[in-house]
Structures are given as structure tokens and as C-alpha cells.
């Protein structure tokens, strides 16, 4: 895809890449053989999906466009990555640049997939955290009684 008008969006996806794997080299062997994977696995697939969202945006009924997948991918990320955070095996400033291109290449993703989307997504967010608000009360409430 060189000289295509996403390259930019590309290379900001491999400077992720690059990024997650020199982080993972520096944490212990003996203890985070599974979040090293994870961060890995879950960034090397990131960037698939949106290389190819890029070349054909494919949609098949009742199946996640890869650029659904991407999102979802950088939704684990962040996760991870603050997993990491509260076990000390990324310090803050390293946690808060991965956080920026994270957010950066959503900002991508959301110029590709148009504001109708956006606003879509957003909506059922916002659902989603009406159910996990309603949930904990219900949790808090029960601890009460």
C-alpha cells in the first residue's frame, strides 16, 4: 500500500507495533510470559485488521467488519497496557505515550468510518455503561443488606 493516501494511518499502526514489542522485551521473563503474548498478539492483530479494512472494507451480514475488530483490538489494548500499569511493569510515562498513539489511531479509525459510526458506536456505549452502572448498584445494593 505505499504511496497510498492511508499510509500515514499505516505507519502509525507499525510504530505501535514497535512500541508494544520493545515494552514486552523489558518485562520480567519469569512472570509476564502471558502478558508479553497477549500485548503482542493482540497489536500484531490490530494492525491486520486494518490493513485490511484498508484495501477492501469487506461488511458481511451478522460479521465484524475488520475495522470493528481493530477497535475492539485497541479496546484490549488499552486494557492491557493498564493491566501493566498496576502491576509496575510499565511506568507512567510509557503508559501515557501508548495511550496517545492508542488514541491517536482511533482518531484514524474514526475518520475512515465516517461520523454516522462514530455516533453509532458512541450510542452503544453509552448503553453499556447504563448496564455496568445498573449492575454495580445492584452489586453495592446487595452488599448492603
Aim: aromatic share 4%; net charge positive.
Amino acid at each position: 500500500m505505499k504511496n497510498s493516501p492511508h499510509e500515514k494511518f499505516l505507519k502509525k499502526t507499525r510504530d505501535l507495533v514497535g512500541a508494544i514489542y520493545r515494552l514486552t522485551a523489558t518485562f520480567p521473563e519469569d512472570d509476564a510470559s502471558v502478558m508479553t503474548g497477549e500485548l503482542r498478539d493482540t497489536v500484531l492483530n490490530l494492525e491486520c485488521r486494518i490493513e485490511e479494512a484498508l484495501r477492501r472494507n469487506p461488511t458481511r451480514r451478522g460479521h465484524p467488519t475488520p475495522i470493528e475488530v481493530a477497535q475492539g483490538k485497541l479496546m484490549r489494548l488499552s486494557s492491557g497496557l493498564h493491566l501493566g500499569k498496576g502491576i509496575k511493569y510499565i511506568d507512567a510515562k510509557t503508559y501515557k505515550d501508548l495511550i496517545a498513539k492508542l488514541e491517536d489511531i482511533q482518531g484514524e479509525i474514526d475518520r475512515f468510518i465516517g461520523p454516522r459510526a462514530v455516533a453509532a458506536r458512541e450510542r452503544r456505549w453509552e448503553r453499556l455503561l447504563k448496564i455496568d452502572a445498573e449492575i454495580a448498584a445492584e452489586v453495592e445494593a446487595g452488599k448492603k443488606n
